[in-house]
T-cell receptor, first 111, second 111 residues
Framework: RKEVEQDPGPFNVPEGATVAFNCTYS??????FFWYRQDCRKEPKLLMS???SGNEDGRFTAQLNRASQYISLLIRDSKLSDSATYLCVVTLTDSWGKLQFGAGTQVVVTP | EAQVTQNPRYLITVTGKKLTVTCSQNMNHEYMSWYRQDPGLGLRQIYY???????DKGDVPEGYKVSRKEKRNFPLILESPSPNQTSLYFCASSKQGSGYTFGSGTRLTVV
């Protein structure tokens, strides 16, 4: 079983709609969580950190559910430029160097 | 500009010919890391470093070496490249508690 799992998609979303997807992690000791965005074969770019209380950054909302061991990302009012692969990243506080990546969820926003 | 710089961006080489991919960061980050990305497998960690002269294996270290003699540099060395090391490679750096910043990637082909 992979340590970090994501639905690969693609999630086909009409422009202006809302899309949400999850990422599950297997290590209950995981402490830090991030969402990255990756455009086709380019470098991943940090989208947002995920905090215990949940956090919002413009149209993006991230949530953490420790009991069920998953994090979520919600994108409101989707733009064409949101089309990308979204990577979930998990790390342990006492092993900051060792990151675990999900394989990514592809989002395609259509006109 | 804060950045992670990898060189070269593209490299075609022959089996068995030693090569080095350089990585440099200008953010005074303690943590640096190397990943490879292959279709369907996502990002997999090769090696990471917590500080100068401190390195550790990631998930797929076989066939690779690293060194961290200076804080800003973290080269990836392939002593005897093989075709199964054909991949897209990313270097990344971070400070404790923050997300990682990635370099632009190195596309390596071993023939």
């Amino acid at each position: 079983r992979k340590e970090v799992e994501q639905d690969p998609g693609p999630f086909n979303v009409p422009e202006g709609a809302t899309v949400a997807f999850n990422c599950t992690y297997s290590n209950s000791a995981s402490q830090s969580f991030f969402w990255y965005r990756q455009d086709c074969r380019k470098e991943p770019k940090l989208l947002m950190s995920v905090y215990s209380s949940g956090n919002e950054d413009g149209r993006f909302t991230a949530q953490l559910n420790r009991a069920s061991q998953y994090i979520s990302l919600l994108i409101r009012d989707s733009k064409l430029s949101d089309s990308a692969t979204y990577l979930c990243v998990v790390t342990l506080t006492d092993s900051w160097g060792k990151l675990q990546f999900g394989a990514g969820t592809q989002v395609v926003v259509t006109p | 500009e804060a950045q992670v710089t990898q060189n070269p961006r593209y490299l075609i080489t022959v089996t068995g010919k030693k090569l080095t991919v350089t990585c440099s960061q200008n953010m005074n980050h303690e943590y640096m890391s190397w990943y490879r990305q292959d279709p369907g497998l996502g990002l997999r960690q090769i090696y990471y470093s917590m500080n100068v002269e401190v390195t550790d294996k990631g998930d797929v270290p076989e066939g690779y070496k690293v060194s961290r003699k200076e804080k800003r540099n973290f080269p990836l060395i392939l002593e005897s490249p093989s075709p199964n090391q054909t991949s897209l490679y990313f270097c990344a750096s971070s400070k404790q508690g923050s997300g990682y910043t990635f370099g632009s990637g190195t596309r390596l082909t071993v023939v």
